[in-house]
């Protein structure tokens, strides 16, 4: 049974910086791809980075410059470093992994149980 597990949200003031991790844990085969997602109450989820090879990493417009994702293969994780931390960067922030499972190679996505980032101004 998989599982995504975060950690390293909180409270920080505009400017600050905040390093948020997650690590998968269970059986599998291993990781296609690993994002960070967020959502901001009354909005819709939306895709904050997106790690979907060795070499590329997609991010939103509006982290551009100031978030930067990372991965270590070897403890099956991913980091996003927000730098520049914004108040309209508030919100719950998801890992979500693309993950093959070990027995028929099947491919499903697993979502952590989101950790709050809350930018003061």
């Known amino acids: 049974q998989v599982q995504l597990v975060e950690s390293g949200g909180g409270l920080v003031q505009a400017g600050g910086s905040l390093r948020l991790s997650c690590a998968a844990s269970?059986?599998?085969?291993?990781?296609?791809?690993m994002s960070w997602y967020r959502q901001a109450p009354g909005k819709q989820r939306e895709l904050v980075a997106a790690?979907?090879?060795?070499?590329?990493?997609n991010y939103a417009d509006s982290v551009k410059g100031r978030f930067t994702l990372s991965r270590d293969n070897a403890k099956n994780a991913v980091y996003l470093l927000m730098n520049s931390l914004k108040p309209e960067d508030t919100a719950v922030y998801y890992c979500?992994?693309?993950?093959?499972?070990?027995?028929?190679?099947?491919?499903?996505?697993?979502w952590g149980q989101g950790t709050q980032v809350t930018v003061s101004s």
């Open positions: 979500n992994a693309l993950i093959e499972e070990a027995l028929l190679r099947r491919r499903d996505t697993y």
């Open positions: 269970g059986s599998f085969f291993g990781i296609v791809s």
């Open positions: 790690s979907i090879s060795a070499s590329t990493t």
